[in-house]
């Protein structure tokens, strides 16, 4: 089975705080992607990435930045959080060969700014 | 831009009911269709799918068919159980997934 793991589950950060979420799949999957999910809003991209030390904006990259340096692991940065960005993130991870489009997802990281 | 448009909820329902969850979208193209389940404290997992038009996906006791000419996913299942309570997600995608916004379901014993 895939498995994609988050960091934490629960987090609680002040504004102004750096903050890194970090997320780990064991597929070696080349595709990885960082959603935002809020009531009412559904799941919103992030950011993505194809490959090591790649990556794109999605459709809410403002506020964030992303690194991959290594292939398994997709770290989400807040460079100075605010509280406009609690919410809960989701990590999920896509492979090829594995059948048209199928995201596997972790938990998610509900972060909390205060 | 692409779109899904899915029935907005919140959804209650007695256990044995039948259950219809409507998914409609935007795309240019035709698009592979899924439907994601997202049950209490829990990540989203991929509950079905379907790649082409007149496709069924099915898994768990739920179905959706993939039509085109309505550009619609509808998610069904006969007889639910307390068990599917949960947040079904419609979502559309090659590459990258555009997901509807959600809808929450309770099933009351």
């Known amino acids: 089975d895939v498995k994609v793991t988050q960091s934490s589950r629960y987090l609680v950060k002040r504004t102004g705080e750096k903050v890194f979420l970090e997320c780990v799949q064991d597929?070696?999957?080349?595709?990885m992607f960082w959603y935002r999910q809020d009531p009412g809003l559904g799941l919103r991209l992030i950011y993505f990435?194809?490959?090591?030390?790649?990556?794109e904006k999605g459709d809410i990259p403002e506020g964030y930045s992303v690194s991959r340096e290594k292939k398994e692991r997709f770290s989400l940065i807040l460079e100075s959080a605010s509280t406009n960005q609690t919410s809960m993130y989701l990590c999920?991870?896509?492979?090829?060969?594995?059948?048209?489009?199928?995201?596997?997802f972790g938990p998610g990281t509900r972060l909390t700014v205060l | 831009g692409d779109s899904v448009t899915q029935m907005e909820g919140p959804v209650t329902l007695s256990e044995e009911a039948c259950l219809t969850i409507?998914?409609?979208?935007?795309?240019?193209?035709?698009?592979?269709l899924f439907w994601y389940v997202q049950y209490p404290g829990e990540g989203l997992q991929l509950l079905l799918k379907?790649?082409?038009?007149?496709d069924k996906g099915s898994n768990k006791g739920f179905e959706a068919t993939y039509r085109k000419e309505t550009t619609s996913f509808h998610l069904e299942k006969g007889s639910v159980q307390v068990s599917d309570s949960a947040v079904y997600f419609c979502?559309?995608?090659?590459?990258?997934?555009?997901f509807g916004t959600g809808t929450r379901l309770t099933i009351i014993p």
């Open positions: 999920a991870s896509r492979g090829p060969g594995q059948g048209i489009d199928t995201q596997y």
């Open positions: 597929m070696d999957h080349e595709n």
């Open positions: 990435s194809y490959d090591v030390k790649m990556k």
């Open positions: 409507n998914c409609t979208y935007t795309a240019t193209g035709y698009p592979s």
């Open positions: 379907a790649t082409k038009a007149d």
């Open positions: 979502a559309l995608g090659w590459e990258k997934l555009t």
